[in-house]
C-alpha cells in the first residue's frame, strides 16, 4: 500500500511539475522578468517547500536533527547531479547549453558556493559559537540568503533596463491574469501536498531497513524531496529554458540552506550543528564540490566527450554523486 502511495504522489508531482514550468515561463513574458530569475525565486521556492516542511518535522516532531541535515545536503547533492544527468540524458540541445551558464546562473551559483560554504563551517565547528541555543552560522546563513536574494534582484533590473534601453523599448509589466495566477497556485499546491507524501512514504520506507538517520536523509528522503526539482528542470529544457532549470537547481540549493537557520531556530534542545554526525560535512562538502565542478565547467568547461558521446565534465560531477552515495553507506 505504502508503494501505491508513493507511485500515486510521483505522478502527481510530474504532472504538476511540468504544468508549473510553464506557467512559470508564460509569467516571465508577463512581468518581464527574466526566466533565471523566475527560477530562483519562484521555482527554486516552491520546489524546496517540501524540503522545508521535511526538515522542519524532523527537527519539531520527530526529533531527528541528522535526518533534516541529510535531507538538506543530500538534497543539494542530488539537485546538482539532475543537471549533470541532463548533458546525459536528454537532447543534443540541452548538452550544448549545459556549458553556457549565463550571467545571472553565475551569480547565483557563486551565492549558493557562499551559503554551503557557511554551513560547511557550522559543520566544523560543532556549535561552539552560539546565541542560547542558536548557532552562529544559522545567523550567518539567513544574512547571506537575504543579502543575495536583494543581490540577484538589483542585478535582474539591471539587466531588464540595459535591454530595454539595448531595444528602444520599455519593460513590459502587464497585469497577471487570474488564470495565471490559479494556475501557479494550484500546480504549487498538487507538488508540495504529493512531496510531503514521497516524503512521509520514504521515512516509512526506511525504518524498515535500519539504515539510520544519516543515511536515509541523504538518500532516500533527499532524492524523495527532490522529486519537484527534477521534474521541473526537466520539463524546463525541454520547452528551451534552460536558464529557468538552471536558476531553479541553484535557487532552490540557496533556499535549502537557508531552511537549516529555521531548522536550528526550532531545535531548542541546542545546535543542529551541534549534534550532527561526521559524515554530515562530507556530503556537505562534496555539495560545495559538485556545485564548484559544475559553474567551472559551465564557464571554462570543455567539449570532451568518452567514446564521442558522454560530456567527461557531467560523468565527473555524477561520478562524485554516487561516490558520495556509497561513501555515506559505508560510513552508516
Not at 63 to 89: C, E, Q, T, W
Not at 121 to 139: N, P, R, T, V, Y
Not at 194 to 215: M, N
Not at 301 to 308: I, N, P, Y
Request: net charge neutral; with cysteine; glycine share 8%.
Amino acid at each position: 500500500m505504502i508503494w501505491i502511495i508513493f507511485l500515486l504522489a510521483a505522478l502527481a508531482v510530474l504532472i504538476s511539475g511540468h504544468k508549473l514550468t510553464k506557467a512559470g515561463d508564460e509569467l516571465a513574458e508577463v512581468t518581464g522578468m527574466s526566466r533565471g530569475f523566475i527560477g530562483v525565486i519562484l521555482l527554486g521556492f516552491v520546489t524546496s517547500l517540501p524540503e522545508l516542511v521535511s526538515t522542519l518535522s524532523a527537527t519539531l516532531f520527530v526529533n531527528a536533527p541528522n535526518l533534516a541535515l541529510g535531507n538538506i545536503f543530500g538534497s543539494n547533492a542530488a539537485n546538482l547531479a539532475i543537471l549533470a544527468l541532463l548533458d546525459l540524458v536528454i537532447t543534443r540541445r540541452a548538452q550544448q547549453e549545459r556549458h553556457r551558464l549565463n550571467s545571472e546562473n553565475q551569480l547565483t551559483a557563486y551565492l549558493s558556493l557562499i551559503i554551503i560554504s557557511l554551513a560547511v563551517m557550522g559543520l566544523a565547528s560543532q556549535g561552539f559559537w552560539h546565541i542560547f541555543h542558536l548557532d552562529l552560522f544559522s545567523i550567518f546563513i539567513a544574512i547571506a540568503y537575504i543579502i543575495g536574494l536583494q543581490k540577484l534582484h538589483k542585478f535582474q533590473t539591471t539587466q531588464e533596463v540595459d535591454c530595454s534601453t539595448n531595444s528602444g523599448k520599455s519593460p513590459s509589466h502587464q497585469v497577471v491574469p487570474q488564470t495565471l495566477k490559479r494556475a501557479l497556485l494550484i500546480n504549487a499546491g498538487v507538488i508540495v501536498a504529493a512531496s510531503i507524501a514521497l516524503a512521509t512514504c520514504a521515512e516509512h520506507i526506511a525504518e524498515i531497513t535500519d539504515w539510520g538517520t544519516t543515511f536515509v536523509g541523504n538518500s532516500l528522503l533527499a532524492i524523495a524531496t527532490s522529486l519537484p526539482e527534477i521534474v521541473v528542470t526537466f520539463s524546463a529544457v525541454k520547452i528551451g529554458s534552460f536558464a529557468m532549470a538552471a536558476g531553479n537547481i541553484f535557487g532552490s540549493n540557496l533556499f535549502n540552506v537557508a531552511i537549516l537557520a529555521l531548522a536550528d531556530l526550532v531545535f531548542f534542545r541546542s545546535s543542529i550543528f551541534a549534534v550532527a554526525s561526521k559524515s554530515q560535512s562530507l556530503i556537505a562538502a562534496i555539495g560545495l564540490l559538485m556545485s564548484g565542478l559544475y559553474l567551472f565547467s559551465g564557464i571554462y568547461g570543455s567539449q570532451r566527450k568518452l567514446a564521442g558521446r558522454w560530456p567527461v565534465d557531467s560523468l565527473l560531477v555524477v561520478g562524485v554523486y554516487f561516490f558520495s552515495l556509497y561513501a555515506l553507506f559505508a560510513m552508516r
